[in-house]
Each structure stands twice: as C-alpha cells, then as structure tokens.
T-cell receptor, first 117, second 113 residues
Framework: GAVVSQHPSRVICKSGTSVKIECRSL??????MFWYRQFPKQSLMLMATSNEGSKATYEQGVEKDKFLINHASLTLSTLTVTSAHPEDSSFYICSAVPLLGTRNEQFFGPGTRLTVL | AQSVTQLGSHVSVSEGALVLLRCNYS??????LFWYVQYPNQGLQLLLKYTSAATLVKGINGFEAEFKKSETSFHLTKPSAHMSDAAEYFCAVTAGTGNQFYFGTGTSLTVIP
C-alpha cells in the first residue's frame, strides 16, 4: 500500500517549452502533496506544498509563475515547468500525505529527471 | 521549527564492518524522525521511522536507529555492511500530521570490498 507514482520518469525538452509532471497516489487519498527539487549530490529542497482544492504554498525563492502546481483531486497533483531553461534541469520528486491513517509520514514518488537542452 | 544535521557527507566502510551514519535534530515540538535511502536516479525509500513509540527502531535491510532525546540524535546503524548498502542516506524530521519534512544534506555511503 501507499504507492506514489510520477509520470514521466524522465523527460528531455527544448529550452522555452513547458513540461508537465504528474504525481499520483495510487491506493490512497492525499489532501496534501509536496514537490521537491534535488540537484546532483544534494538534498531535497522543498518547492511547494500542494493542497487539494486550493492554491499551492510556495517556498521562498520559488517562482510560482514558473512552477505551476495544480492539485485537482485527492489523488493527483501536477507540476508544470513553464518556459523551461537549462537551469531548470533537475530531479523533481513529489510526496503525498494520506488523508487517513499514517498522517505523520510522507510517501515519495520515484522522481522525474528533467533535462532541458 | 525543525531541522536536521547529518555529520559527514561521505562515509566509507569495509564490507562486513559496522555502519554508523549520524543525524542530530532540532525541534520545538516532539519530533517524528525518518531515515531514507536513495539509489542513483531513484526516489526515496523509507528505511525506518520514529514516531514516539519505542526509542530503538528497527527498519528494513538490517538497519536500526535509536532516538536519544538527551542527545537530540537519531543515528542510523547496521552491524555488518553489505555492498548493496552503498547509496545516499537522508535523515528527516517533521512535526507530524501532514507537516513539512526537513531533510538533512545527506550522507553518501561507500562500501569497500
């Protein structure tokens, strides 16, 4: 149980295009999902907190117009990197907090490797 | 507010030797503490967690960690390292109930044959 998927697992795009990354909780409902960014050999940096049915809360320094987050249902949150540039290349990981049960734990997706050419 | 500090960004041990990865935390409320392992180009896999029950927590793959409130520590240990343990390890703390996780900077474990 408590499986989180991300799609795609890997994406390569041209500079200036937009990329959408999906995060799904497969066997549980999640009111809260988190989006992290991880640079090579570094820790996870929280980008934003996504709450179902409301606007995402962004961490300081994260451009909300560049990283659009939509949490349309209790099992799906999407992160859209708009007008991507090479410096946006990174590993993006989402996590989800179960609506019921173990709410002190986050379940992580497998990550999405974004490469912007 | 919560934070964690992982001492030692790189740790090398011989195969069969004791593994000790250090994590100290800071929390203004009773913490929930986690250890995750990450293999290259993969997400995080939960090794173990402390959620205010037993202070000695046993996890997967032979790992365990002990919560020591007096030392504000949650060090990860394994009696005998295996080659497959080579990976990046992250300690994390949260206040619980859907709150934000705070991750340490990670420790890269190398196992020498």
């Amino acid at each position: 149980g408590a499986v989180v998927s991300q799609h795609p697992s890997r994406v390569i795009c041209k500079s200036g295009t937009s990329v959408k990354i999906e995060c799904r909780s497969l066997d549980f409902q999640a009111t809260t999902m988190f989006w992290y960014r991880q640079f090579p050999k570094q820790s996870l940096m929280l980008m934003a907190t996504s709450n179902e049915g409301s606007k995402a809360t962004y961490e300081q320094g994260v451009e909300k117009d560049k990283f659009l987050i939509n949490h349309a249902s209790l099992t799906l949150s999407t992160l859209t990197v708009t007008s991507a540039h090479p410096e946006d290349s990174s590993f993006y990981i989402c996590s989800a907090v179960p609506l019921l049960g173990t709410r002190n734990e986050q379940f992580f997706g497998p990550g999405t490797r974004l490469t912007v050419l | 507010a919560q934070s964690v500090t992982q001492l030692g960004s790189h740790v090398s041990v011989s195969e069969g030797a004791l593994v000790l990865l250090r994590c100290n935390y800071s929390s203004s409320v009773p913490p929930y503490l986690f250890w995750y392992v990450q293999y290259p180009n993969q997400g995080l896999q939960l090794l173990l967690k402390y959620t205010s029950a037993a202070t000695l927590v046993k996890g997967i793959n032979g790992f365990e960690a002990e919560f020591k409130k007096s030392e504000t520590s949650f060090h990860l240990t394994k009696p005998s390292a295996h080659m497959s343990d080579a990976a990046e390890y992250f300690c994390a703390v949260t206040a619980g109930t859907g709150n934000q996780f705070y991750f340490g900077t990670g420790t890269s474990l190398t196992v020498i044959p």
